[in-house]
């Protein structure tokens, strides 16, 4: 047996041994998968892929990985097809006509769930950090402003909190007039934001019912929310349907170049380095093929680096990919108004954030079990899961649908390929799936993963966890 062989047999089982120290049996089914004749994951079981997408910047792992030939690296040939909308996106996964989908966070926790369409969705990649913002229209700013504490060069003070929005909502109230906010789908991380940021200001959102056939996310609310497709964002406010809305760019900073709108809030500031979608597929699919998820996940860490590499200095490549008809197809300045670590607010207010779009940095593309476990308990708090659950529900949940030994395998091989460092990852070996106590809300409550229902008596605003709508 030669030297390196040998070596490379090694190299497997102390890879084999790590993960399972880490996830125990779990990670058995994936790690079966791989063959002695490679270096550490086997052949693809499926080589021809279509993947599924909508018009947003934080889409920008797959269009690098496929232009940059990362998937052809792993033996993929990958199809980039952008979808209508969420819930498309969402059924087209289910039933096999996508092989796997850039999802909303909340989109495979919902679906496995049984909030809406029900169906065991995974997911091995978090695709992001942070980029969404919420916007309203010119008339609510100038409504907003006198409530608004000003800086001695006469801007607004940042972060703007909903305290500012409420004396508004409020005259609305009065008037007898609903007062309508846009978000893209009811398990979306903007849905969930937008709800947090009204609420941490005393504006309530309202509640969902499913249990009693109420979908609508509107009991009790001050603020009426409803869903609009990202892309319609700008031109449902500009047609007075909505007043504001929470979304992901380019749709803010387009608000901003068409002259009717101004961001008020960034997700970095209601809350920092938030997890912002995933790339998900369904759990039949996994299990099916698992060297071609791998690869899949693989390919993507790699194009999440390239993201991030030399403090963001390949981001113009990129907004110059991205506004490619065929991926987000904005203009080029819009989309490189908060792609290459600025933000604008109101029209000449632009601002240095770095980390607005975030795609590698801060473990950005592990999925974390808290990450999945905040989402679940903004579901409880909003009446979408109806029932009281315990800690241990919101633990299991979490791990039947975030994938963090898969994520090790991918992560393991590219390091063993030399493609990338051990330091660029979580260690393996002692790594838990849960971030430390975060404290970086715009309401200054403590978030602890592994503490749900104590999170959930904090708020003023929302279910506590033995109430019921």
Sequence with gaps: MTHTLLSNMMKRRTLLQNTIKMFGAVAVGSLLALSSAQAS????????????????????????????????????????????????????VIDGQLDGAHMLAGQPLGATIGFGTQAHIITAFSMDLNGNAITVS?????????????????????????????????????????FNMGMVFPVSTHNYELRYWLAAGGI??????????????????????????PPQMPATMEAGTIYG?????????????????????????????????????????????PNTHIRVVKAMIRAAKWL?????????????????????????EVIANSMTGTFEYEKGDKRDVPDFNVFFRHNATYPYYSDAIWYLTQMRRWGQIAEPKSDEWFMETAKKVYRPDIYA????????????????????????????PQTHFIDNITYDGTQPNNYLTKFNIGLKPDTEI
């Design 41 to 92: 994951v086997g052949e693809p079981e499926k080589e021809d892929l279509k993947f599924g997408f909508i018009k947003l910047t934080d889409m920008a792992p797959l269009a690098v990985a496929y232009e940059k030939g990362y998937f052809e690296d792993e033996g993929l040939y990958v199809q980039l097809e952008a979808q209508a909308n969420w819930k498309v996106l969402l059924d087209r």
């Design 138 to 178: 010119n008339d609510i700013w100038e409504q907003m402003k006198p409530h608004i504490d000003k800086g001695a060069d006469g801007k607004p003070i940042h972060p703007i909190k909903a305290d500012a929005l409420k004396p508004v909502v409020d005259a609305y109230k009065e008037e007898g007039k609903p």
């Design 204 to 229: 309530h959102p309202g509640y969902y019912a499913p249990h009693k056939g109420d979908s609508s996310g509107q009991i009790d609310a001050d603020a009426l929310l409803s869903v609009t497709p």
């Design 245 to 289: 809305y929470c979304v992901g760019e380019p749709w803010n900073q387009q608000a901003v170049f068409k002259g009717i709108g101004v961001p008020v809030v960034t997700d970095y500031e209601i809350w920092k380095d938030n997890p912002e979608k995933v790339f998900g597929v369904s759990k039949g699919w996994a299990d099916k093929y």
């Design 308 to 332: 991030d590499d030399n403090n963001n200095g390949n981001r113009p490549e990129a907004v110059e990919i991205l506004s490619r008809p065929e991926y987000v197809g904005a203009d080029y």
């Design 409 to 436: 395998l991918a992560a393991n091989a590219l390091i063993e390929e030399g493609k990338m460092v051990s330091h660029e990852f979580p260690d393996f070996t002692t790594e838990s799936g849960f971030k430390a």
